[in-house]
C-alpha cells in the first residue's frame, strides 16, 4: 500500500486532488476522536498492505478540540475539515474527497474490524453497489451495544426500512459499508445528521442498486467519553427519515383505509338510524364517519402532492407506476371529477333549501334534514380540494425543469 499524499483540503477543494490509481478510500467521520483515530488509522493501512490493496484513508474532521486533525496527518491520513456540522455532513465531504472508485466507511472509534475489508472490496468486485455489513450476523461482542439498541432500536428500525421500502438489509445502521463512487452520486444524499446512514439504504433501494451484506463485528469503543450517538433522539430522527421518505405508508395508506371505512359507515347510515345490539348509532354517529371520509381524502391528496414534490426536488427518484397513474389523473379530469362533486353538494343544497321553503321557513325535524346537509357540505368540500390540489399538482409538473410523464400538463396534452 501506498499513501501518496499527506496534506489538509476542505470540501471545497476536494476536486483539485487529482485521481489517483486507489482501488479503495476508506472514510472516517472524527469528532473528538483523539483517543482512537490512530489506532483506527493504523489497522486500516495495515489490512489494506496486508491484503495487497492500494488504498487511502481520508479523515473527515467535523470541528474537533481535541488535536484529532494532527494525529491524522501524522498517522499518514488524509484531512479533510468539515465545517458544516453532523454526521451525514462530515461522511459526504470525505467521500466527495476520495479518489478510489471503491469507498469503505467506518466509525472512528476502533468498535468495527478493518479486517474485514476484503470482504466489502470481494462484493463491490462483483459488481454490488452498496456493501453494508451485518452486525447480527458477525457478532455483537459484550458491552459493544446498549440492550435498548440491540433488541429494539436496531431490530425494529431495520424492520420497519424492509416493510416501507422493501430493503434487503437486516442491518440498516451498520457504521461499517462499502459503496461504489458512482452509486453514491446516484443517491444524492441529503442528510447531514445520523440519519445518513438511513437515507443511503433507502436511496439505494429506491434506485434498484445491487445491495448485498456481509458479516462484520462490533466491538466495544475504545474511548472513555460517551458517544455521540443519542438513543431517543436519534432513534426519534431514523424513524421521522423513514417515515417522510415513504408519503404512501405515511399519508396514502392511512387516508384509503379512513375513505373506505368512512364512506361505507357513512352509506350504512345514510338512509336511517342503525342499531348493534343495544346502541343506537344516528346522525351523530353520521357526523364522524363523514369527517373520517374527509380526513382520509386529505391524506390521500397529501400523499400525491407529498410524492410528486420529493420527486420534483430530487428527494426521491422517478417512480414508473407513479407516472403512469398520470397518464389518466390530469388537471382536466380533476376538474371534472370536482365539477361532479360540486353538482352534487348544489343539488343537495338546494333540495334542502325547497324543503326549507315548503314549511314556510319554519323548524324542520333535525334528523332528516341533517341526513341531506351534512352529505351535502361534505361533496361540497371535497369538490373544493379537488380543484384546489389538480391546479397545485399541475403547478408542480410544470415547475419541473425536465417534462416527464409525471407532468400533469404533459400528461393532459399528450391526451
Given amino acids: ?88 455532513a462530515a461522511l459526504m465531504a470525505g467521500i466527495k474527497a476520495a479518489n478510489g472508485p471503491f469507498v469503505l466507511m467506518a ?60 430493503a434487503p438489509v437486516k442491518d440498516f445502521h451498520c457504521g461499517m459499508r462499502g459503496f461504489t463512487r458512482s452509486a453514491f452520486d446516484r443517491m444524492n444524499l441529503r442528510t447531514t445528521g445520523m440519519e445518513f446512514a438511513s437515507e443511503m439504504v433507502v436511496k439505494a433501494t429506491l434506485l434498484n442498486m445491487n445491495i448485498v451484506e456481509v458479516a462484520t463485528t462490533l466491538s466495544p469503543d475504545g474511548r472513555s467519553r460517551s458517544p455521540h450517538l443519542r438513543t431517543w433522539r436519534d432513534g426519534w430522527r431514523h424513524l421521522r427519515f423513514l417515515l417522510l421518505y415513504s408519503p404512501r405508508w405515511l399519508f396514502l395508506y392511512p387516508g384509503l383505509l379512513m375513505m373506505i371505512v368512512g364512506g361505507l359507515a357513512s352509506a350504512w347510515l345514510l338512509p336511517r338510524e342503525r342499531s348493534i345490539g343495544s346502541v343506537y348509532l344516528d346522525v351523530d354517529t353520521l357526523l364522524y364517519t363523514l369527517a373520517c371520509l374527509l380526513i382520509g381524502f386529505h391524506a390521500t ?13 430530487g428527494l426521491l427518484p422517478e417512480d414508473p407506476r407513479f407516472s403512469r397513474w398520470f397518464r389518466y389523473i390530469t388537471l382536466e379530469t380533476g376538474l371534472l371529477a370536482g365539477l361532479f362533486l360540486l353538482s352534487l353538494g348544489l343539488g343537495g343544497t338546494a333540495y334542502a333549501l325547497l324543503l326549507w321553503k315548503s314549511s314556510g321557513f319554519g323548524p324542520l325535524s333535525a334528523r332528516s334534514m ?30 419541473r425543469k425536465n417534462a416527464s410523464p409525471i407532468d400533469p400538463a404533459k400528461s393532459s396534452a399528450e391526451k
Fill in 107 to 166: 466509525d472512528a472509534d476502533d468498535s468495527y474490524d478493518f479486517d474485514h475489508i476484503p470482504r466489502f472490496l470481494d462484493r463491490l468486485n462483483c459488481g454490488a453497489d452498496l456493501v453494508m455489513g451485518n452486525r447480527f450476523e458477525g457478532g455483537v461482542k459484550p458491552g459493544a451495544m446498549p440492550f435498548l439498541h440491540k433488541y429494539l432500536g436496531n431490530p425494529v428500525l431495520s424492520l420497519i426500512g424492509q416493510i416501507l421500502f422493501g
Fill in 1 to 88: 500500500m501506498t499513501i501518496e499524499s499527506i496534506q489538509t483540503i476542505t470540501p471545497s477543494e476536494a476536486h483539485v486532488i487529482l485521481p489517483l490509481s486507489y482501488e479503495i478510500t476508506v472514510v472516517m467521520p472524527c469528532l473528538n476522536e483523539a483517543e482512537t483515530l490512530a489506532v483506527c488509522i493504523g489497522k486500516a493501512m495495515r489490512a489494506l498492505e496486508i491484503n495487497g490493496i492500494v488504498g487511502e484513508v481520508i479523515v473527515a474532521d467535523n470541528g474537533s478540540t481535541d488535536g484529532s486533525q494532527q494525529i491524522a496527518l501524522e498517522s499518514g491520513a488524509r484531512l479533510v475539515n468539515v465545517p458544516v456540522r453532523g454526521y451525514g
Fill in 301 to 313: 391528496v397529501f400523499s400525491v402532492s407529498a410524492k410528486v414534490f420529493a420527486i420534483a426536488e
Fill in 370 to 399: 341533517l341526513r341531506l346537509t351534512m352529505p351535502s357540505a361534505v361533496a361540497l368540500m371535497l369538490s373544493a380540494e379537488i380543484f384546489f390540489s389538480s391546479f397545485f399538482l399541475s403547478m408542480m409538473g410544470m415547475s
